[in-house]
C-alpha cells in the first residue's frame, strides 16, 4: 500500500523529467522555439469567441486545463517518434535557391514528391479536419485532438519566415554562424535567438510582459498594427490563405533573413534590430490568424471559407 502511493507520488515528478528530457532532445532548430509557439497560441486563445473556446476545452486532455498554449510545441516533440514520422516534413516547405517564390504546386510536398505534405498543406488538412468534425462528419480514424494541436502549431511555423527558405540550405539550418558571442545558424536565429534577446534586453525575461506588448500593438487604437488585424484576417478559400502566408514568409526571408548573411558571419545589434519587429509581427499574424480560423470553424457565424475536401 505504502509503496504504491509513494510510487503515485513520484510519477508526476518522472513525468516532468520524461517532458524535460522531450524538450531537450527536441528538434531545437525546427519551429519558432517554445516561445514563439507558446506566444502565438496565448494571443489566439485571447481572441477567441466563447464557442470556440468551449470547444478547444472539450478537445484538450483534462490536465492543461483549458490552455492550448500548454500543448502548442508537441508536435515538435513527437515528430521523430516512429508514428509520428510522417509529420515531420509538415514543419516547412522548401522552395527553389534564390528565387524567393513559392508556389504550392511545385513546392508543397516532401522529399519523395508525395503532394501536399508541408506546412501550408497541413494547415488546410487540419483545418478541413475539424470543419468535419464540427459538421458531424468526421473521419473516425483521424484523432480531433491531434488536429487541434497540429493545426495550432502549423500556423505558428507557416509564420516563421525561415520557415519557408531555400531548399540546399535547410531553411538557413546550414548557414552556421555567430549570434553575438555563441554558434548559432540562420534557421535557429529566427525561431528562437531573436525572440530570447528581446525578451531579456527588453522584457526581463517575462513573455508575459512581451505577450501583452504584442497584443497591446494590435488592440490598442494607437498601436502599430491596429488598422492591419483586419487585413490579417481576410480569408476567402483556405488554399488561398496558406499560400498568402507562405509567400508573406519567403519574401521576408529573403528581404531580411538571407538579405547580407554569409556562413561563419557574426550578427549582432544591426541584424537584431531590422529582424526583431518583423519577428514580432509574424507571431501577431499567426495568433491573429489561427484565432480567425478557430472561430470560423467553430463559431456560430455563417462566416465559413472554402476548403477542398
Ligand atoms: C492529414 O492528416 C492525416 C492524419 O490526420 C495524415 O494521414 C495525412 O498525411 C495528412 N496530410 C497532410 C497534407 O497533412
Ligand atoms: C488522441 O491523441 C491524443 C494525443 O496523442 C491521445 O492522448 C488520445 O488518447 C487520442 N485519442 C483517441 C480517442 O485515440
Ligand atoms: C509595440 O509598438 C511599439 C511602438 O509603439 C514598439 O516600440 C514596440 O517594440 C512594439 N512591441 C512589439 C513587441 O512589437
Known amino acids: 500500500m505504502a509503496k504504491f502511493e509513494v510510487l503515485g507520488r513520484c510519477s508526476p515528478f518522472w513525468f516532468v523529467l520524461l517532458l524535460c528530457f522531450a524538450f531537450m532532445m527536441g528538434p531545437g532548430a525546427q519551429g519558432w522555439s517554445k516561445e514563439g509557439h507558446i506566444m ?71 522529399p519523395h514528391g508525395v503532394e501536399d505534405m508541408c506546412v501550408a498543406g497541413a494547415v488546410q488538412n487540419f483545418t478541413s ?26 500556423m ?16 538557413g539550418n546550414t548557414i552556421n554562424l555567430r549570434w553575438f ?19 531579456s534586453d527588453y522584457y526581463e525575461k517575462d513573455m508575459d510582459l512581451l505577450q501583452k506588448d504584442i ?30 502566408w507562405a509567400v508573406e514568409s519567403i519574401n521576408i526571408a529573403c528581404k531580411w533573413g538571407y538579405k547580407g548573411v554569409d556562413p561563419g558571419t557574426t550578427l549582432a545589434d544591426d541584424y537584431f534590430d531590422s529582424s526583431m519587429p518583423i519577428v514580432m509581427k509574424r507571431i501577431a499574424q499567426g495568433g491573429v490568424r ?3 480560423i478557430l472561430n470560423r470553424v467553430f463559431g456560430d457565424t455563417d462566416e465559413g471559407f472554402a476548403i477542398a475536401t
Request: aromatic share 10%; hydrophobic share 35%; glycine share 6%.
Open 181 to 199: 558571442r555563441h554558434k548559432s545558424n540562420l534557421h535557429h536565429v529566427w525561431d528562437r535567438e531573436i525572440v530570447l534577446t528581446a525578451l
Open 290 to 292: 489561427l484565432a480567425m
Open 40 to 110: 502565438t497560441c496565448r494571443i489566439a486563445q485571447g481572441l477567441l469567441g466563447s464557442e470556440a473556446l468551449e470547444a478547444i476545452q472539450n478537445l484538450l486532455p483534462l490536465n492543461v486545463n483549458g490552455d492550448l498554449s500548454a500543448l502548442c510545441t508537441w508536435p515538435d516533440q513527437i515528430r521523430h517518434w516512429h508514428k509520428y514520422r510522417w509529420t515531420s516534413p509538415l514543419h516547412f516547405i522548401d522552395t527553389p535557391d534564390d528565387e524567393c517564390t513559392f508556389n504550392y504546386q511545385r513546392d508543397c510536398h516532401d
Open 215 to 244: 497584443e497591446g500593438n494590435f488592440t490598442d487604437l494607437q498601436g502599430i498594427w491596429s488598422s492591419d488585424v483586419s487585413s490579417w484576417e481576410h480569408c476567402d478559400d483556405i488554399l488561398s490563405c496558406v499560400t498568402k
Open 129 to 154: 479536419q475539424l470543419v468535419h468534425y464540427r459538421e458531424g462528419s468526421a473521419d473516425r480514424r483521424y484523432n480531433m485532438t491531434e488536429a487541434l494541436l497540429f493545426l495550432s502549431h502549423f
Open 156 to 171: 505558428g511555423d507557416i509564420h516563421q519566415p525561415m520557415h519557408v527558405g531555400f531548399t540546399s540550405d535547410e531553411g
